[in-house]
């Protein structure tokens, strides 16, 4: 079974950074997108940043410029390089990441169990 797996997190001041890696059990596959979401207590799960298979990125409007999504050689991987860290940037961040399955086109998705990022003066 696939597995997504994430590290990175921890606490941090404002204005400090952190990188977050996610990697994929196994390395006889490669997924198509991957993404990272984050939720805080009491908030909907949102989309920080994605990534396609072509390395074309998207960004949540409240991390644009501070953070940034890239992956490794092996497309099991995906990063996030988040700087210029503000307080309302904790939450658990999640790694999530998707593979087609069929001629049809089907997808199915994974989810990592997340990561804490707390940033606290």
């Known amino acids: 079974q696939v597995q997504l797996v994430e590290s990175g997190g921890g606490l941090v001041q404002p204005g400090g950074s952190l990188r977050l890696s996610c990697t994929g059990s196994?390395?006889?596959?490669?997924?198509?997108?991957m993404a990272w979401y984050r939720q805080a207590p009491g908030k909907e799960r949102e989309l920080v940043a994605s990534i396609t298979s072509r390395s074309g990125t998207n960004y949540g409007d409240s991390v644009k410029g501070r953070f940034t999504i890239s992956r490794g050689n092996a497309k099991n991987t995906v990063y996030l390089q988040m700087n210029s860290l503000k307080p309302e940037d904790t939450a658990v961040y999640y790694c999530?990441?998707?593979?087609?399955?069929?001629?049809?086109?089907?997808?199915?998705?994974?989810w990592g169990q997340g990561t804490q990022v707390t940033v606290s003066s």
């Open positions: 196994g390395t006889r596959f490669s997924f198509d997108n």
């Open positions: 999530n990441a998707d593979r087609t399955v069929n001629v049809e086109g089907a997808k199915v998705y994974f």
